[in-house]
T-cell receptor, first 114, second 114 residues
């Protein structure tokens, strides 16, 4: 099955700096890569996703890049703000019969220091 | 829609007792997922349903775990008997048909088995 590795496990940045979280996946059949943000005491919430026919996607201060050849994808947050502090999860979903299943990375705890 | 609703939010029980977690998916969503979240293992998929039918329960850790979905608006995850190592946050998520669509998570149930 799919295996998703996520790094780093913790990340501290100064407010206004950029944050980058990286993930690798093992199943070349995966073609959907969402990123979830989990705030304390809440369930994960989708913040951005990318599909395998796209190399990069942006949404305001958030961007995701995908390298299918290398099987890795990254989340970039620019101009970080204290409210960006949370745990971020990457995930991968294969095509075909398993396309409704998400395999998650272990998460990155991001702390934005004011 | 109020989103995915889980109950209870917190559950403390003694080892050996039966525990039942409940989930109401978003109306119209035909896929429902149960995840378990721990520090050590992150978010693990336990089981998922399509149109109330269990599709893949390979993530269910032991026979002590069982899940049902008697109708499109209700699902339960039962642990009998419960053990301290079952302590975790359990999430329910739902999504619509079509690969690579967003999964919406509930707030989770924090289970503590003492």
């Amino acid at each position: 099955g799919e295996n998703v590795e996520q790094h780093p496990s913790t990340l501290s940045v100064q407010e206004g700096d950029s944050a980058v979280i990286k993930c690798t996946y093992s199943d070349s059949a995966s073609n959907y890569f969402p990123w979830y943000k989990q705030e304390l005491g809440k369930g994960p919430q989708l913040i951005i996703d990318i599909r395998s026919n796209v190399g990069e996607k942006k949404d305001q201060r958030i961007a995701v890049t995908l390298n299918k050849t290398a099987k890795h994808f990254s989340l970039h947050i620019t101009e970080t703000q204290p409210e960006d502090s949370a745990v971020y999860f990457c995930a991968a979903s294969p095509s075909g019969a398993g396309s409704y299943q998400l395999t998650f990375g272990k998460g990155t705890k991001l702390s934005v220091i004011p | 829609d109020a989103g995915v609703i889980q109950s209870p939010r917190h559950e403390v029980t003694e080892m050996g007792q039966e525990v039942t977690l409940r989930c109401k998916p978003i109306s119209g969503h035909d896929y429902l997922f149960w995840y378990r979240q721990t520090m050590m293992r992150g978010l693990e998929l336990l089981i998922y349903f399509n149109n109330n039918v269990p599709i893949d329960d390979s993530g269910m850790p032991e026979d002590r775990f069982s899940a049902k979905m008697p109708n499109a608006s209700f699902s339960t995850l039962k642990i009998q008997p419960s053990e301290p190592r079952d302590s975790a946050v359990y999430f329910c998520a739902s999504r619509t048909t079509g690969p690579n669509t967003e999964a919406f998570f509930g707030q989770g149930t924090r289970l503590t088995v003492v």
